[in-house]
């Protein structure tokens, strides 16, 4: 079976009814994804196939050849995502986390509070009561809006320091 995992070209010797899951964690060795119930409820086995979340304990690894699969190693722990997880409690015990950062990821850069209940839908967590993983997707819009207006500022800023250059003493020359 041949598949792209996290940007690398991989070549897996296995049955092609193992299951996505199994790969990952045995053949592959990447144990960030979880097995919550193995029978396609709970999303603890969420990964990207071809950008969209699957649950891994579902899919037979035939049906991966030739596709690009991302799991949370991918995101190599730089995604804001996953530091927005851990700075406003969307994580606690952790088991649900990786596929909720990857079905989060899915979601792209703006979701409403509508569209992450609707795209999480499918990943439960025991521990957060939601609230929690929602203000972590939220920070990082907000965070992203918040950057992008302080660049604004800043050449809005630079802009009038060439149009009107200033002595020490702040007089207009
Ligand atoms: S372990 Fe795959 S959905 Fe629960
Ligand atoms: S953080 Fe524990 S199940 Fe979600």
Redesign the pocket.
Known sequence: MRFTLNGTFRRIDAHPLKRLLDVLREDCALTGTK???????????TVLVDGAPV????VPIAQINGARVTTIEGLRGRHPLQHAFVEHGGAQCGICTPGMILAAVALGKKPTLDQMKVGLAGNLCRCTGYSAIYRSIDAVTSTARRNRGDRKDREARSGSRTKKPRTRAGVTR
């Not at 649950?55 to 579902?58: I, K, P, R, V």
């Open positions: 097995e919550g119930c193995g029978e396609g409820e709970c999303g603890a086995c649950n891994s304990c579902l």
